[in-house]
């Protein structure tokens, strides 16, 4: 943790792929067990943040700090190893493989499995270890991915978009699962489900075009009404 209490510091963050510059100064900050949200409209750079945070971009300029070290530079790979787990919008997961196999692989570098975490979560999954990932449904999916992260202990989480295209009934677990979570690892969650992300959420930014628009950290504002503005 850094000298002001953020786990997570980002500033002056700019990223472009190739000539299209797609964030310009995006700074945002996480304290530890905090769960901070991002909105926005389709395009707006989301995924790009999430992305760069977890080394998969390399950003033209900016810093990007999580408890005191520079990640600017850092192989995903590496930043993953520190404990930053980054589970991507696409759900992909490895099809020929088991639903343990894809689980452990999240974690082979370390070795330190939670597996009575993931189980207590997702009881679910404990049922379908034997399975071929490929044969998932996308709600079986999902868990897969938020329980491949969190078996290895992570300190910050990044999820991208984790309820798109989910039942209630799934939505409203993965919900309880993230407010369960934070209780031990802070989550940077981009999301479009507006009132769950508000039941949840410490902090919200918005991104429009590239750039921070709010930051909404008041309790009494973080609510649908006041982010619908933003998308
Ligand atoms: N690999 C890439 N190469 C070139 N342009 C890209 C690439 N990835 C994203 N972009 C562009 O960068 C911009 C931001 O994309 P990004 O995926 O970060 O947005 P987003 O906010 O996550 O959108 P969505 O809500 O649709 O997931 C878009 O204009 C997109 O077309
Ligand atoms: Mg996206």
């Known amino acids: 943790m850094s000298a002001n209490g953020n786990l997570l510091e980002v500033t002056g963050l700019n990223v472009a792929y190739g000539e299209s510059k797609v964030l310009f100064d995006v700074g945002i900050t ?32 900016g810093t990007v700090t999580a408890d005191g070290a520079d990640l600017v530079g850092l192989t995903a790979y590496v930043v993953a190893g520190m404990g930053i787990k980054y589970i991507p919008q696409d759900k992909k997961v490895f099809s020929d493989l088991t639903v343990r196999e894809n689980l452990e692989l999240g974690s082979y570098a ?3 499995y939670a597996w009575d975490k993931v189980y207590d979560y997702f009881p679910k999954l404990k049922i379908l270890l034997d399975r071929k990932a490929g044969y998932l449904s996308g709600g079986e999916r999902q868990m897969l991915m938020v329980g491949r992260a969190l078996l290895g202990k992570p300190k910050l989480l990044l999820v991208d978009e984790p309820t798109e295209g989910l039942a209630p009934s799934i939505v409203s677990h993965l919900k309880d699962v993230f407010r369960e979570v934070s209780k031990t690892t802070a989550l940077v969650i981009v999301e479009q489900n507006l009132p769950m992300i ?9 991104l ?14 973080i609510k649908p009404e006041v982010c619908e503005k933003y998308l």
Request: contains cysteine; positive net charge.
């Open 30 to 61: 996480v304290k530890p067990n905090q769960v901070v949200a991002c909105v926005g409209r389709n395009g707006a750079g989301k995924s790009t943040m999430l992305k760069t945070i977890a080394g998969f971009i390399k950003p033209s300029s």
């Open 110 to 112: 370390s070795k330190d």
């Open 198 to 206: 508000c039941a949840i959420a410490d902090k919200i930014y918005a």
């Open 208 to 221: 429009s075009e590239g750039r921070i628009m709010a930051e909404i950290a008041e309790r009494d504002q």
